[in-house]
Structures are given as structure tokens and as C-alpha cells.
């Protein structure tokens, strides 16, 4: 499968968020949420966009759980790494999970790359599982820290963008489920 390497470049975006990326012990509640509802399936891959920097607690759960992690994070990781990931991953993935990305990124036009990113890695029967911070939740956006962005959108605000790529989007469990075919 030939890659479209156009839709992993570095993003031009107004703020980059990379330090918003400040879990690093804990396993974030996407994880967590798919665990305890929708289960997570051994042997299968997950591509997990937007990953911050502190990798070590999501590779030990996934390790666990018998599924392979890869990571991508055009701010926080190195090229090579992310050229890596996505190399080994493209179009051979059954998951995808976008934790905490989506309100951090100002520009729609960003997001929805994001999503078609999703999209691009995945196997076409594959499940992406979003999770947003939603913050205040009022609708308005706002600058948290130099160089890092809060839409305080709530996570249903987030469905129609998501309903732009991926044709069948349901929310559960507090956490958004996107796939290209119906379950
Ligand atoms: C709040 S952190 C979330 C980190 C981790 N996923 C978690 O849930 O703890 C947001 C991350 O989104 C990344 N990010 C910002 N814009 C992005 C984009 N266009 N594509 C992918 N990741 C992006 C930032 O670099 C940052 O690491």
C-alpha cells in the first residue's frame, strides 16, 4: 500500500499543544473506558494518534493486553519515530485512539486531518475510539498556556467533524466510536 505522506507532515497549526502532554504516569481514560465497556481484543494492532510524549504507561497496557501499540505525534515525537510507526502500521491497524487531541487543535481544518489520518492507518472494518478533555465545556476556546489550545467543546460538539470522515459515529460511555462500516 503506497503511503500519502502529505497527510503525516508536521501540521501548520496556530498552536502546537505539545505541552498539554503532561500525563505521564497515568493511563488515560480512553484506555480505560474501552477496557471496561467495549473490551480491547488480543492479537491486533492499535495506532494511537496524538500520543504526547509519555509513552511508557500505554506500551505496558497494551504489551498487557497482547496488542501491539504504535504512536505518532508530529509535536512531541521525532520524525524518524513517527516515520517508523507509521511505516510498520499503515492500513494493518484494527484500532485507533485519539485521546485528548481533538480539543487541543484550534483549527478545524486540523482535526479533520487528524480523522483522515484515522482513516489512512486503519484496516476499512477497523474501530477508532476518541476521547476529549472538555474542560469548561462552555464552547469557547481559549489559550490555556503559551502555544496550547482548549476548545472547551464537549464531546458530542466533536460528532458532525467526526461524521465528515467516518460514516457511522456513536457516542458511549462518554467516548466517541467512529467506523467506515456499520458493526
Ligand atoms: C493533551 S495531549 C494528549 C496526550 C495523550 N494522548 C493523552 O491522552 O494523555 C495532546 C497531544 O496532541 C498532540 N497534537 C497536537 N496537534 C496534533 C495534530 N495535528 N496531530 C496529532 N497530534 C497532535 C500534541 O502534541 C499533544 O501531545
Redesign the pocket.
Known amino acids: 500500500m503506497k503511503i500519502d505522506w502529505s497527510l503525516w507532515e508536521v501540521?501548520k497549526?496556530k498552536y502546537?499543544?505539545?505541552n498539554?502532554?503532561i500525563?505521564s504516569g497515568r493511563l488515560?481514560r480512553?484506555f480505560t473506558v474501552v477496557k471496561k465497556h467495549l473490551g480491547w481484543t488480543k492479537d491486533t494492532m492499535n495506532f494511537?494518534?496524538?500520543?504526547?510524549?509519555y509513552l511508557s504507561t500505554i506500551h505496558e497496557f497494551f504489551t498487557k493486553h497482547k496488542i501491539l501499540p504504535f504512536f505518532?505525534?508530529?509535536?512531541?515525537l521525532e520524525w524518524a519515530v513517527n516515520t517508523r510507526e507509521i511505516t510498520s502500521a499503515y492500513g494493518r491497524v484494527d484500532t485507533v485512539t485519539i485521546?485528548?487531541?481533538l480539543n487541543?487543535?484550534a483549527e478545524k481544518k486540523?482535526r479533520i486531518?487528524?480523522l483522515q489520518q484515522a482513516k489512512a492507518i486503519m484496516k476499512s472494518d477497523g474501530t477508532v475510539y476518541i476521547s476529549v478533555?472538555p474542560k469548561e465545556g462552555c464552547g469557547v476556546g481559549e489559550e490555556t498556556k503559551p502555544d496550547c489550545w482548549q476548545s472547551n467543546k464537549k464531546l458530542s460538539e466533536y460528532e458532525k467533524e467526526v461524521g465528515s470522515v467516518f460514516p457511522f459515529v456513536e457516542i458511549r460511555h462518554g467516548i466517541m466510536i467512529a467506523r467506515l462500516t456499520s458493526s
Open positions: 501540521p497549526q502546537s499543544s505539545a498539554t502532554s500525563n488515560p480512553l494511537d494518534i496524538g500520543s504526547g510524549k505518532y505525534d508530529p509535536f512531541t485521546s485528548n487531541v487541543v487543535i486540523n486531518r487528524v478533555y
